[in-house]
């Protein structure tokens, strides 16, 4: 069972940024995200997007594989309630869904056939007294064949937090303290647990992590509780820890929110968790953002979009209006005639992106009436209104059957 070790250090889900609920489209376009992110081509030279890449590529492999997600999430469910191999009478217990009987209730001489493994192992039909426990959970197990196992706990628990964020912060990346409150590790015992660093291999388990006994025809296997699984006992454990090697308190750390966030993302930093018991790993640390709305751009993917408000003239005559940008405003030139609600195009000032090219700004011309008029103003404008139906035009030639002249 070489991939039961494997898979007991593996968190997939986190490795995608999402949670085991996920539907297959969720899994295979955070797969395809991730991946383009990461990718070394992307990145010559750097090892941590390479690792990502891998860790990335190596959690699709199993979780975008409809057999192989099955056999992951059942090892995952049965390392977290405490059993690894667990076989009861009629219905069975440890495994999801149990092993079902048919008849019988003794597995010692009654024949294999009666057992049914379709619900427990997502493989119809049952199996036969010819067959070894390897073939049977060779499946489960991406069908590995080694005995070596270890109840070892990985790591610590994963922890989620919520911040919310101005839209500007979110569109050009900020980092953000925050408090965290759970199990850190003992800054006495450095998270061994001992308050000398001694530890001894545990004398019920051999320092396998497990303990073993016969039921029939099966053979169960349990975390050792007298080590908890680690295969070593503290013999002298910390006074302030208790042997743990963790202690709860509030601690404040600075998050580092990537550029190019958007609304309901979720930020996953590795390691910054809860720690893990006895020096192991710290879990992963989950941001939940939320992006407040911007009272002048708006977010389309890479691209932000603004609407400006301009007058009739700078429309029909043509000229140049200043634009916002999340740097400095621009320039940007309306050519004579734009008809209103027209949108310009100003490249490479949207959002950036990784790769270090940005999206676009995308500038609406919106024209304002004026509702006051002097008397200057409004005797020039019924100048123009008369020299405008002198000349022909009509806004509402060929509109809803009206007249193609200036009537």
């Known amino acids: ?19 085991s609920s996920a539907s297959a489209a969720e899994i295979k376009k955070a797969y395809r995200k991730l991946a383009r992110e990461n990718h070394p081509d992307s990145h010559p030279g750097d090892k941590q997007a390479e690792e990502r890449f891998k860790r990335v590529a190596e959690a699709y492999d199993v979780l975008g594989d409809e057999t192989k997600r099955k056999e992951y999430d059942e090892f995952k469910s049965m390392m977290n309630s405490g059993g690894f191999m667990r076989f009861g009478g009629r219905g069975g217990s440890g495994f999801p869904g149990g092993f079902r009987t048919t008849g019988t209730t ?11 493994f379709g619900e427990s192992f997502g493989q119809g039909g049952g199996f036969s007294a010819e067959g070894s426990l390897g073939d049977i959970f060779g499946g489960l197990f991406n069908r590995g064949g080694g005995t070596g196992r270890s109840a070892r706990p990985t790591r610590g628990a994963d922890v989620e937090t919520h911040i919310t964020l ?70 002298d454990p ?50 939940n953002v939320t992006v407040r709305p911007d009272t002048v751009f708006t977010r389309d993917g890479d691209d932000l979009a ?53 999206g676009d700004l995308m500038v609406t011309v919106e024209v304002q009436v004026p509702k006051n008029l002097d008397a200057t103003a409004t005797s020039a404008l019924r100048a123009y209104a008369q020299a405008e139906k002198d000349s022909g035009f009509n806004p509402r030639a060929g509109w809803a059957g009206a007249p193609t002249g200036n009537e």
């Not at 069972?1 to 949670?19: I, P, R, V």
């Not at 800054?187 to 073993?212: E, N, Q, R």
């Not at 400095?328 to 959002?351: D, H, M, Q, S």
């Open 306 to 358: 603004v609407t400006v408000p301009v007058s009739f003239t700078e429309l029909a005559l043509g000229g140049a209006v200043t634009v916002p940008t999340l740097d400095n405003p621009v320039k940007v030139k309306v050519p004579a005639g734009t008809p209103n609600g027209r949108t310009l195009r100003v490249k490479g000032r949207g959002v950036a992106r990784k790769s270090g090219t940005a």
């Open 166 to 235: 101005d839209f500007r912060e979110a569109v050009k990346g900020t980092t953000i303290p925050v408090e965290l409150t759970g199990e850190a590790p003992c800054t006495d015992c450095h998270g061994s647990g001992s308050a000398t660093g001694k530890t001894s291999t545990c004398p019920d388990c051999g320092g396998s992590g497990f303990v073993s006994e016969q039921k029939g025809a099966f053979g169960m296997s349990r975390p050792c509780t007298r080590c908890g699984g680690t295969g070593q006992v503290i013999e």
């Open 106 to 116: 003794d597995f010692g001489a009654s024949g294999f056939d009666d057992v049914g």
């Open 1 to 19: 069972m070489a991939m039961q070790q494997e898979w007991a250090n593996k968190d997939y889900y986190g490795d995608l940024g999402l949670t």
């Open 238 to 287: 910390c006074p302030t820890c208790s042997g743990s090697g963790t202690v709860r308190r509030t601690r404040s750390i600075t998050v580092r929110i990537p550029a190019g966030v958007i609304d309901g993302q979720k930020v996953r930093l590795a390691g910054q968790g809860e720690a893990g018991p006895n020096g192991t790993p710290a879990g992963d640390l989950f941001v």
